[in-house]
Nanobody
Framework: QVQLVESGGGLVQAGGSLRLSCAAS????????MGWFRQAPGKEREFVAA????????YYADSVKGRFTISRDNSKNTVYLQMNSLKPEDTAVYYC?????????????????WGQGTQVTVSS
């Protein structure tokens, strides 16, 4: 099992930026595909982005392409989500997740381990 702790959420104005971090502990971090998901009030949890174990492949939801960037530092057991040009519709709880088996492009059906989530609020 891998344990995940997110940080970096907060309140930001539309057009602003935030960087989320997710620190992992437990089994070998570099063997996991890492992802970010989000859940807005009254909506289902949705895929945001994922990154392969090496960092060589990344995947994004259409709604965040060109604005969000996922990256990882295996030496620090940490994955990041840089969020730029934020919109009010990006407001949600953001969850870090890890899976040993990822099926592109969104990891549907994968067995994910989850963090506790961090709130991101974008004001208009």
């Amino acid at each position: 099992q891998v344990q995940l702790v997110e940080s970096g959420g907060g309140l930001v104005q539309a057009g602003g930026s935030l960087r989320l971090s997710c620190a992992a502990s437990g089994r070998t971090f570099s063997s996991y595909v890492m992802g970010w998901f989000r859940q807005a009030p009254g909506k289902e949890r949705e895929f945001v982005a994922a990154i392969s174990w090496s960092g060589g492949s990344t995947y994004y939801a259409d709604s965040v392409k060109g604005r969000f960037t996922i990256s990882r530092d295996n030496s620090k057991n940490t994955v990041y989500l840089q969020m730029n040009s934020l919109k009010p519709e990006d407001t949600a709880v953001y969850y870090c997740a890890a899976t040993p088996h990822f099926v592109p492009p969104t990891g549907l059906g994968a067995r994910w381990s989850w963090g506790q989530g961090t709130q991101v609020t974008v004001s208009s």
